[in-house]
């Protein structure tokens, strides 16, 4: 995966590069959110998302979605976004009684817009200091979630 997106990041989303075109600009970037396991009592999900600058996201318009096994009408996530460092602080709250089975498959998509000239920005889990996964007794996740099991992966697009 990183292989994939080291290759997107060198060639411009894959088109452009070494056709002697210029690499096209991405104007938007989905980060999707997973884990390296799967998770069978995830009921709370804080942690904070950093990313290069040229990456926004607008805390009133810009979407932020539980997805796969986190959608439905008692999961919800929200984002802040914070300019001057570059991160957004990303809750994930599951009202179920067991909480939920995550499976590996993205719980979370994060949609951010990319400014032109500011070339294919990258997405990072903060430190283990900022970073809490609950279960709905507020005990650990079985098993237990840390930062390091997070998975980060970006789809970019030019518009």
């Known amino acids: 995966l990183i292989a994939i997106l080291a290759l997107s990041a060198l060639f411009g989303c894959g ?14 970037a989905d980060v999707f ?4 396991q799967p998770v069978t009592s995830l ?5 904070i998302l950093n990313s290069a600058p040229g990456a926004t996201f607008d805390n009133n318009t810009q979407q932020i979605a539980a997805i796969n096994a986190a959608q439905g009408s008692l999961s919800l996530a929200l984002g ?3 300019a001057a460092t570059n991160s957004t602080r990303i809750l994930l709250i599951n009202g179920a009684a067991a909480g939920i089975s995550t ?14 000239g500011s070339g294919t920005p990258t997405f990072s889990i903060a430190s283990q200091a900022t970073f809490s996964a609950i279960a709905p007794d507020s005990g ?3 098993p ?7 998975v980060v992966s970006v789809t970019y697009t030019a518009e």
């Open 103 to 116: 499976g590996t498959s993205p719980i979370i998509r994060i949609t951010y817009a990319i400014a032109a």
């Open 15 to 28: 088109r452009g590069g070494d056709d002697g075109a210029p690499p096209v600009q991405p104007t938007r």
């Open 140 to 142: 650990p996740t079985t």
């Open 144 to 150: 237990p979630v840390t930062a390091a099991n997070v």
């Open 80 to 82: 802040n976004f914070d």
């Open 33 to 36: 959110i997973a884990f390296d």
């Open 43 to 47: 009921a709370g999900l804080d942690f």
